[in-house]
């Protein structure tokens, strides 16, 4: 299998009134076919503009700076406005966060479906509504055939978010950005929702990005995982090297502040202390070194190149360098380019 | 649905006999008569005029006869224009007025919404400023203000210009300078409505979605914005009809247009009382029929209003 999306060097900002606000300051990643890639960090960090970038959804006054966005052996970046249409809703599908706006008020669900079958495929109008139907089957909405036609408020959110996910699914996307997908609706919801990503992306082999600030979801559902803090990248993995061997202080301090079952019922959470850096005057150094216990001179100076620590674990910490004093639970790694 | 406008017709009936009530009530507190002259009438005259038309009938029963006549759709007779129904006064004065209110009421649908609409896609673009400029300008500057202009600009005023009759609808020209001075304020309005409606509406995640999902550009705007962007508008344009189409008696005055409009104004200052009454109860009942069928269109518009409390 062979790299669906590849993503060097990306810098996203957005020119407002009050000057540059760096979304997005160098992500680089690449993943393969039919991987699960999830991308966590807080509000803020940049992970939903990375995704947007690579739909090429940035409103103004956003911008992508620099880098390189290849997918399936195209730079994204290149394309015009109108190349990019025509690849979404085709080869990259997205879903966002609330189900209850991302459907628009006054079309039925018919509507809106055929409109993007029809938009990217020959099928007539018999045929696109077949397909629609087919669609809401696999996203397991009952009496598809009648619901159809039904408006978006005569469905419940978990419902809407299924209609969401057979639309950006009707046209077999390569692959699919899930914006938070789960985030707006309750507990049981997310669940049903997540394991039908899961299966759908088994039968119908797409690889998913997952965007989300849920430690959990991540854990169920991804095969690698990438962290973000402050616009760059901190720490990417597999699942087992993110949860059990994390090697950035951030993803540390995450886990952390995580409730867990077998937590004692009197011990507290551990939150990370501070708050975000304002990404209109980003740090020069690390962004997650004001709030680091470990903290260094270089740290506050320079921003850390990616450490490997294996093939395919890396992590952006000076902690890492051989130099670097020995920190507990923080194992050591070769410089990649540092 | 039949259930829901059986409901919305009695109340509409029971809204006009209240607004009869309250005119009738009112009309009667103002001091004077439609027989009071500066040169006093002998008394002898007044009262054969007061017996002749009832005016010397207790309040009460004055009251009982009028509405009975307008369960009968009859108006009764002007006091002051002899020998002349309301009935025939409100058919002589709607015509002039609806035409110019009809011309102003297209003007402003077919102006004001592109307009809104280009200076929503433009934001912050010459056009924009250049549309929302105008439109500050037509929402601010009264209608006679305007009306004034036009016929010193146009009509004479200025030599160069002089294209249009100072007053009077015997040219089609006659109609232009009506026309723009009752449509300004409206036109004005609903072009700014409608940028600000639709800069709403771009901001939508849905638009976010069709743009996700490859919609052509064109078809986003056209298709999902302009739709949900509408119904604001449709608020305000239906009772705007109404407004509209009863036009106005300062522009009509100042273009000496034989409208309803006139007549109404003249009718106050002659204590005319069965004008008075007419005209009001004729402009509820064309009110009401107005924002009722904003409410049909409503549901047309948005399929999340719907008339009963069904089952959804």
């Not at chain 1, 991302?102 to 079958?117: A, D, G, H, R, Y």
């Not at chain 2, 100042?254 to 009454?277: A, K, L, Q, W």
Request: charged residues 20%.
């Amino acid at each position: 299998m062979g790299k669906i999306l590849e993503v060097n060097n990306l810098h996203t900002s957005f020119f407002t009134h009050l000057g540059e606000v760096q979304a997005v300051r160098g992500s680089d990643f690449s993943m393969e076919e039919g991987d699960i890639l999830g991308i966590v960090g807080e509000s803020g960090s940049g992970k939903s503009v990375t995704a947007l970038s690579v739909i090429g959804l940035i409103d103004e006054p956003g911008k992508i700076k620099e880098g390189d966005i290849i997918f399936d052996g195209k730079d994204l970046t290149e394309l015009s406005y109108k190349e990019l249409s025509d690849l979404r809703g085709n080869d990259i599908s997205m879903i966002f966060q609330d189900p209850m706006t991302s459907l628009n008020p006054v079309f039925t669900i018919k509507n809106q479906m055929m409109e993007v079958i029809r938009r990217h495929t020959d099928m007539s109008k018999a045929e696109a509504k077949q397909h629609a139907i087919k669609m809401l089957e696999i996203v397991g909405i009952p009496e598809a055939e009648a619901r159809i036609s039904s408006y978006p408020h005569e469905f419940s959110g978990g419902m809407r978010q299924r209609v969401m996910i057979a639309t950006a699914l009707s046209c077999n996307p390569k692959l699919l950005i899930a914006d938070e997908p789960s985030t707006a609706l309750d507990v049981t919801i997310q669940a049903q929702i997540l394991d039908l990503m899961l299966s759908l992306q088994k039968e119908i082999k797409t690889s998913i990005i997952l965007i989300t600030h849920d430690l959990g979801v991540i854990a169920e559902v991804c095969t690698s995982i990438i962290v973000m803090y402050g616009g760059m990248i901190m720490e990417k993995g597999t699942v087992d090297e993110i949860f059990y061997e994390a090697s950035h202080p951030y993803t540390i301090g995450l886990h952390k502040s995580v409730p867990s079952m077998s937590r004692k019922s009197n011990e507290r959470l551990v939150p990370i202390a501070g708050s975000p850096p304002d990404l209109l005057k980003p740090p020069a150094g690390c962004p997650f070194s004001p709030r680091c216990d470990h903290a260094m001179q270089i740290c506050l100076e320079l921003p850390a190149p990616m450490f490997d620590i294996n093939k395919t674990h890396c992590s952006a910490c000076w902690l890492l360098h051989e130099d670097a004093p020995k920190v507990e639970g923080i194992e050591k790694g070769e410089a990649k380019n540092g | 649905m039949a259930k829901y406008f059986i409901k919305r017709f009695v109340v509409a009936i029971i809204t006009i006999l209240i607004i009869a009530t309250l005119t009738f009530v009112m009309m009667h507190s103002i001091p004077g008569g439609p027989f009071t002259r500066e040169k006093a009438l002998p008394e002898a005259q007044i009262q054969i005029l007061e017996e002749k038309y009832h005016l010397d009938d207790p309040l009460i029963k004055q009251y009982g006869d009028y509405m009975a006549g307008l369960f009968r759709l009859d108006l009764g007779p002007s006091f002051v224009k002899i020998g002349v129904e309301v009935n025939e006064l409100i058919a002589l004065g709607i015509p002039p007025t609806a035409k110019i209110g009809l011309f102003a009421l297209i003007l402003i649908v077919i102006l004001g919404i592109p307009f809104g609409i280009i200076s929503a896609l433009k934001q912050n673009k010459p056009i924009d400023y250049i549309v929302m400029f105008m439109a500050t300008l037509g929402v601010t500057i009264p209608s006679f203000v305007v009306a004034t202009l036009i016929i010193f600009v146009f009509a004479g005023g200025v030599p160069a210009l002089n294209w249009l009759p100072t007053f009077g609808l015997t040219s089609p020209l006659g109609y232009i300078g009506p026309v723009l001075a009752l449509a300004g304020y409206s036109l004005s309005f609903v072009t700014r409505l409608t940028r600000s409606s639709m800069l709403e509406v771009l901001r939508q995640d849905y638009i976010r979605t069709a743009r996700a999902n490859g919609i052509r550009e064109y078809k986003v705007m056209a298709k999902h914005a302009i739709k949900n962007a509408l119904i604001p508008v449709i608020t305000y344009i239906g009772p705007m009809i109404a407004a509209i189409m009863t036009g106005s008696f300062v522009i009509e005055k100042i273009f000496h247009i034989p409208g309803i409009g006139g007549y109404f104004i003249e009718s106050i200052t002659n204590r005319d009382y069965t004008v008075i009454m007419g005209i009001t109860v004729f402009y509820a009942a064309f009110y009401i029929i107005m924002v009722l069928l904003v409410d049909v269109a409503y549901a047309l518009v948005d399929p999340r209003i719907k008339f009963t409390k069904g089952k959804s």
